[in-house]
């Protein structure tokens, strides 16, 4: 059937082409101009020895557990004291929430809205068994073959050095800047972030602060990982997707195996088919808001038929969303997605249990809500079984879409210019983040949230994300630190235009 449909398309495109011309179907480049700029020259191994040295630091975090591991994450506070002397000379340091800190760099404009840098201390476990499989110790920060190696060299170390190292450049060259620059370095963000990202929010909302622009962890710079795009593409998130986590608990009478209900009425039975029921009918895709944006931005960038189907979504978009459909990172971008991640039930072979639970995690699409996403499960659950047969709850930590960031604003055309100020081959694009970050929480407090990483990644590296032989290149981990500089003293300029 997709064959036929493709067939038929490619035979209305030919009479397009016939009629219109091939320029017609195609779209120009949306690129900025940007003019070159001096490149930033330091000490760049001195730079990646301090960020192996916090990689050192196994600050894992605990969702339930808040004293897990301080006195590593003090000692990382401790270093970054004294790597960082000049940072802690100019600017003011608070712990918020526990072990998150909040750094204020005071602008000489008081009336000038302040901007913010966030990024977090704390890492992810390595997954048990598979230390073995690293080619560095995960905890080692060694510097081997070009590359820092560890446990949150990428995520999130790797940026809240860089940050850190830029902002001391600037301190050591006397540049004051103009707005207030707020630096967050959360402690539980792998974990939700609700005692530190949710405090800090709440103390800068009672102190009156509004940011004009908050620039998080995010998307990255893919490097062969978009097929028929010949340049690595920078995208930077404008709005990242909810979170929601709900239990779906089936009761009835408990029983011997040997005299089974009707099928379909056990405990287990009804909740097989509740899942099946939600897998097989989730929420709508669609090539729209923030995917749609993203698209047609990189449609002009690329080669082949990739880039007449972009180019053209009012005649391709059943073929184009079908083939997005068919990879996971790409369906994510399209959908709120339907992921069930838990079941319990029984605790004998022989005996038919009364209850059993399933919890399904949704991501939600920006457009839709914790409630029309239960409202959905409710409905699809009835479908095939009584409501008196079960209950839903949701999960404490949930949350909806996150606001859609305007990329017409001053604020987005600032950072997309500084991506391709100091990666001039990349093409810069919007998108959607499809993870949870310590910005969702901060939503109050800006119109202007961008989640994006200045990491290049190809396809070898994304494994690495979460998993075994994280790393980042000495030579990327430079580049970040030459984009946070650049960017800090640009947006810290009262002067630099602002619209909220």
Request: net charge neutral; aromatic share 6%.
């Amino acid at each position: 059937m997709i064959r036929k449909a493709l067939f038929a398309l490619l035979a209305l495109l030919a009479l397009l082409v016939a009629v219109v011309g091939v320029n017609t179907l195609l779209k120009g480049s949306k690129q900025l101009t940007v003019a070159p700029v001096a490149r930033l020259a330091f000490d760049e191994n001195a730079a990646a020895a301090r960020l192996g040295d916090a990689v050192k630091l196994t600050t894992v975090s605990s969702h339930d557990d808040a004293r897990l591991n301080q006195d590593q994450f003090e000692a990382l506070h401790a270093l970054l004291e004294q790597r960082f002397p000049k940072v802690h000379a100019a600017m003011q340091r608070e712990r918020v929430g526990g072990l998150s800190l909040l750094f204020m760099w005071k602008g000489s404009n008081a009336a000038a809205k302040p901007i913010m840098f966030v990024s977090h201390q704390d890492v992810v476990p390595i997954a048990p068994g598979t230390e073995a499989n690293w080619e560095q110790p995960p905890f080692s920060g060694v510097i081997k073959d070009g590359f820092i190696w560890g446990r949150g060299a990428w995520d999130n170390k790797g940026n809240l050095m860089s940050q850190l190292e830029a902002a001391e450049q600037l301190v050591a060259a006397g540049f004051k800047p103009e707005r207030t620059v707020y630096f967050y370095l959360g402690a539980d963000e792998e974990v939700g972030g609700l005692r530190g990202a949710v405090a800090t929010a709440k103390l800068l909302k009672e102190r009156n602060v509004r940011l004009d622009m908050i620039v998080d962890e995010g998307l990255v710079i893919t490097d062969g990982v978009l097929a028929g795009l010949n340049k690595p593409a920078a995208l930077i998130g404008i709005a990242e997707k909810g979170y929601l986590s709900v239990v779906l608990k089936f009761n009835t009478a408990p029983g011997h195996s040997s005299q089974p209900p009707k099928p379909g009425t056990s405990a287990i039975g009804m909740m097989s088919a509740a899942l099946k029921r939600l897998d097989d009918n989730q929420l709508p895709a669609g090539i729209r808001g923030v995917a749609s944006e993203m698209f047609d931005t990189v449609a002009p960038e690329m080669s082949g038929f990739g880039r007449v189907a972009l180019s053209n979504l009012w005649l391709f978009a059943p073929l184009v969303q079908k083939q997005l459909e068919g990879g996971a990172a790409t369906n994510a971008m399209l959908r709120t997605t339907t992921s069930p991640t838990i079941t319990r039930a029984g605790n004998k072979d022989n005996v038919l249990p009364g209850v059993a639970e399933a919890t399904v995690n949704f991501r939600i699409l920006p457009g839709e809500t914790r409630e029309s996403v239960t409202a959905h499960v409710r409905s699809q659950v009835e479908s095939v079984v009584a409501k008196e047969k079960y209950e839903l709850y949701a999960m404490d930590e949930a949350s909806d879409p996150s606001k859609v960031s305007p990329t017409t604003s001053p604020q987005y055309k600032l950072v997309n210019t500084t991506i391709r100020e100091v990666f001039p081959e990349a093409l810069v694009a919007p998108g959607l983040m499809i993870g949870a970050t310590d910005s969702r929480h901060f939503g109050e407090l800006s119109d202007h949230i961008f989640k994006f990483s200045p990491i290049v990644a190809k396809p070898v590296d994304l494994p690495r994300f979460h998993g075994t032989n994280e790393r980042i290149a000495v030579s990327n981990y430079a580049d970040a630190i030459r984009f946070y500089h650049r960017l800090m003293s640009q947006a810290s300029k009262a002067s630099q235009a602002s619209a909220n």
